[in-house]
């Protein structure tokens, strides 16, 4: 069973920065894709960008960067510059097997979801 754990959530000021990490365990092929999304109140959740086997997406939004440390299986999510519409809860999310180029944007292909991390940004 995989299973996710973020952290790395909490309070910033608008223009800091915070880093997200996403601990992943269980799978069992080395073929497959972690996802950040974000939730804000009353909007969908939105996929921010990925990593895979076969894909490592560019930055989103110029701010926002996915990486990963493989010797510990973690994938991480460097957001600078924040602006308070960046607020949300974020969450990490798996496809166990993704053997395709680019992320899986709908929420009903993922396996495994972590448990969200609030980020909040104050003006």
């Known amino acids: 069973e995989v299973q996710l754990v973020e952290s790395g959530g909490g309070l910033v000021q608008a223009g800091g920065s915070l880093r997200l990490s996403c601990a992943a365990s269980?799978?069992?092929?080395?073929?497959?894709?972690i996802s950040w999304f974000r939730q804000a109140p009353g909007k969908e959740r939105e996929v921010i960008s990925c990593k895979s086997n076969t894909y490592s997406a560019d930055s989103w939004k110029g701010r926002f960067t996915v990486s990963t440390d493989s010797a510990e299986n973690t994938v991480y999510l460097q957001m600078n510059s924040l602006k308070p519409e960046d607020m949300a809860v974020y969450y990490c999310?798996?496809?166990?097997?993704?053997?395709?180029?680019?992320?899986?944007?709908?929420?009903?292909?993922?396996?495994?979801w972590g448990q969200g991390t609030q980020v909040t940004v104050s003006s």
């Open positions: 999310a798996a496809v166990s097997y993704w053997p395709l180029v680019g992320c899986p944007e709908d929420t009903g292909q993922y396996d495994a």
């Open positions: 269980g799978f069992t092929s080395d073929v497959y894709a």
